[in-house]
């Protein structure tokens, strides 16, 4: 159990709706990364925060946005939702201060499928 | 830009033996990491070894050491007395520092396990 919690761990919705994943970071952690695990594209990084901001962006189509709470866990939200958009999306955080260089680890992940 | 190549899509290694995978990068940025995850088949991301580009030794965390070669750019993952539950996909990823904390990832690599 890396600490890192996300919810839910299934979704299923259809095209055009609009869903939330949630991400919970390890204890202590200000940084939240999302990635997107496609069989086509691989991993790929979508967007970091830090500390509530937004620190990094990646290949995030518009209609994804995230946001992290002052509580600093963090949402992803997916709209006008498209068949290519079937993927795991994984949520992982991390401790600046961590001496193994900001070690990235994973929560469990959500498998969202567009029907 | 960065790149992770890993050229082994899938390897087969008899119970108890050690087993090597293969990952190159690309970077210029001077500081960076390497990093391996291990994902199961359940789907989990789970770290398994850091290296940093200043580490003068190679990592090394229980039965993973990693072989890090700077002038070569490769970052090769030497797993020791193979067990069953070692089979799963093998990913090597980078962070380049000054562009970031974003974890750029390769295609993976299948290891099977056989008894």
């Known amino acids: 159990d890396s600490g890192v919690t996300q919810t839910p761990k299934h979704l299923i919705t259809a095209t055009g709706q609009r869903v939330t994943l949630r991400c919970s970071p390890r204890?202590?952690?200000?940084?939240v990364y999302w990635y997107q695990q496609s069989l086509d594209q691989g991993l790929q990084f979508l967007i970091q925060?830090?500390?509530?901001?937004?620190?990094a962006k990646g290949n995030i189509l518009e209609r994804f946005s995230a946001q992290q709470f002052p509580d600093l866990h963090s949402e992803l939200n997916l709209s006008s939702l498209e068949l290519g958009d079937s993927a795991l999306y994984f949520c992982?955080?991390?401790?600046?201060?961590?001496?193994?260089?900001?070690?990235?680890?994973f929560g469990p992940g959500t498998r969202l499928t567009v029907l | 830009a960065q790149k992770i190549t890993q050229t082994q899509p899938g390897m087969f290694v008899q119970e108890k033996e050690a087993v090597t995978l293969d990952c190159t990068y690309d970077?210029?940025?001077?500081?960076?990491?390497l990093f391996w995850y291990k994902q199961p088949s359940s789907g989990e991301m789970i770290f398994l070894i850091y290296q940093g580009s200043y580490d003068q030794q190679n990592a090394t965390e229980g039965r993973y050491s990693l072989n890090f070669q700077k002038a070569r750019k490769s970052a090769n993952l030497v797993i020791s007395a193979s067990q069953l539950g070692d089979s799963a996909m093998y990913f090597c990823a980078q962070v380049s520092y000054n562009q970031g904390g974003k974890l750029i990832f390769g295609q993976g690599t299948e290891l099977s396990v056989k008894p």
């Open positions: 925060y830090y500390n509530g901001e937004e620190r």
């Open positions: 992982a955080s991390s401790d600046a201060s961590s001496p193994s260089g900001d070690t990235q680890y």
């Open positions: 204890s202590g952690d200000l940084s």
């Open positions: 970077t210029s940025d001077p500081s960076y990491g």
